[in-house]
T-cell receptor, first 112, second 113 residues
Framework: KQEVTQIPAALSVPEGENLVLNCSFT??????LQWFRQDPGKGLTSLLL?????REQTSGRLNASLDKSSGRSTLYIAASQPGDSATYLC???????????FGAGTRLTVKP | DAGVTQSPTHLIKTRGQHVTLRCSPI?????VSWYQQVLGQGPQFIFQ???????GRGNFPDRFSARQFPNYSSELNVNALLLGDSALYLC????????????FGEGSRLTVL
């Protein structure tokens, strides 16, 4: 059974800092991994999708990497802004079933 | 282009009642999945439908059921509501069954009193 863990659970940084969010998963047999952002009481916004054959994806100030063999992914946010404050979730789709398994998320606060 | 739309956005029910939640996927998307998210946790998988057939089911009791219509919209039904069913119910759509990017709606906030 796929287990997804996100560390840290919460993170507070000053504006302008670069930061890394971590995601680990137990079963390396995956189709893909997706990073999402969730604002309080809202739905999930897709940030980046990495297919199992890819090593990284970039979108603007965001860069996500995937190391399938070690069961790890990182989300790098450059030059953080207060508007980046949200909960960031990673989700893994395993090859042996079709459900996406989510971590509990990292709650990020960027202080002006 | 319209994203994933869900209705209703908020609803309050009492224990024992039944609820129906609705979801319209992004145009062209054939896969719809349902998730339950309780406060402070990540979403938990309930169902996936692809081409109108159930393709996956999470660890939820039989009180939870769903279906997908010919236009690929979907309904999630929950019978005999319990207090513990209070949660944000999220619908997601994707173009393909396994490898496509998931896009979520804003969710339906269910409160059971």
């Amino acid at each position: 059974k796929q287990e997804v863990t996100q560390i840290p659970a919460a993170l507070s940084v000053p504006e302008g800092e670069n930061l890394v969010l971590n995601c680990s998963f137990t079963d390396s047999a995956i189709y893909n991994l997706q990073w999402f952002r969730q604002d309080p009481g809202k739905g999930l916004t897709s940030l980046l999708l990495i297919q199992s054959s890819q090593r990284e994806q970039t979108s603007g100030r965001l860069n996500a990497s995937l190391d399938k063999s070690s069961g790890r992914s990182t989300l790098y946010i450059a030059a953080s802004q207060p508007g980046d404050s949200a909960t960031y979730l990673c989700a893994v789709r395993s090859s042996n079933n079709n459900d996406m398994r989510f971590g509990a998320g990292t709650r990020l606060t960027v202080k002006p | 282009d319209a994203g994933v739309t869900q209705s209703p956005t908020h609803l309050i029910k009492t224990r024992g009642q039944h609820v129906t939640l609705r979801c319209s996927p992004i145009s062209g998307h054939k896969s719809v999945s349902w998730y339950q998210q309780v406060l402070g946790q990540g979403p938990q998988f309930i169902f996936q439908y692809y081409e109108k057939e159930e393709r996956g089911r999470g660890n939820f009791p039989d009180r939870f059921s769903a279906r997908q219509f010919p236009n690929y919209s979907s309904e999630l039904n929950v019978n005999a509501l319990l207090l513990g069913d209070s949660a944000l119910y999220l619908c997601a759509s994707s173009f393909s069954r396994s490898t496509g990017e998931l896009f979520f709606g804003e969710g339906s906030r269910l409160t059971v009193l």
